[in-house]
């Protein structure tokens, strides 16, 4: 159980295009969704935390224009990259939390390796 | 804002103990998780504190000290399967979100 999925797994893009990344909680409803960014041996950076039904919320010195977060069902959470640059390369990890579980559990998915050319 | 500190790289042989270190400063704290990630993976749950003391889970301990700010995770009878980097992070009070440290990256050696 609490398995979190995202697609696509890779994907290169040209700079200046749109980039969507799905993050689903495949055997378990989620009310909060979080995403976040790791480089290369680095941390996880926290993006913005996407709640079922209303608007996320960004961290602070995430561009929410650029980063656009969707979370229309209990099971579904888009991240949205606009205008993407060579600087958004990055991994691109989603978490979600089981309105039903343990409240400090939270499963990732397997990531999505985004690169800008 | 949230700041947490781990050292960067630990080496250890195969079946002997080893103590990953985490102090934190946040504005809110409601307790200390800890992960593990392999190279390319996600990261994976491992222990939670919410309280002071020692969380047991089979090979993997995990301790908080709430007034000084500070914990371990404690890897015993090390595999070479260990050989991941770890996260803490703690889980900020007021929003029920979490934020990581920097990883220590555990190498494993027969």
């Known amino acids: 159980g609490a398995v979190v999925s995202q697609h696509p797994s890779r994907v290169i893009c040209k700079s200046g295009t749109s980039v969507k990344i799905e993050c689903r909680s495949l055997d378990f409803q989620a009310t909060t969704m979080f995403w976040y960014r790791q480089f290369p041996k680095q941390s996880l950076m926290l993006m913005a935390t996407?709640?079922?039904?209303?608007?996320?919320?960004?961290e602070q010195g995430v561009e929410k224009d650029k980063f656009l977060i969707n979370h229309a069902s209990l099971t579904l959470s888009t991240l949205t990259v606009t205008s993407a640059h060579p600087e958004d390369s990055s991994f691109y990890i989603c978490s979600a939390r089981d309105q039903r579980g343990i409240s400090y559990e939270q499963y990732f998915g397997p990531g999505t390796r985004l690169t800008v050319t | 804002g949230q700041s947490l500190e781990q050292p960067s790289e630990v080496t250890a042989v195969e079946g002997a103990i080893v103590q990953i270190n985490c102090t934190y400063q946040?504005?809110?704290?409601?307790?200390l998780s800890w992960y593990q990630q392999h190279d390319g993976g996600a990261p994976t749950f491992l222990s939670y504190?919410?309280?002071?003391g020692l969380e047991e889970t089979g090979r993997f301990s995990s301790f908080l000290s709430r007034s000084d700010s500070y914990g371990y995770l404690l890897l015993q009878e090390l595999q070479m399967k260990d050989s991941a980097s770890y996260f803490c992070a703690v889980r900020d009070y007021n929003f029920n979100k979490f934020y990581f440290g920097s990883g220590t990256k555990l190498n494993v050696k027969p």
């Open positions: 504190n919410g309280l002071d």
């Open positions: 946040t504005s809110g704290f409601y307790g």
């Open positions: 996407s709640n079922e039904g209303s608007k996320a919320t960004y």
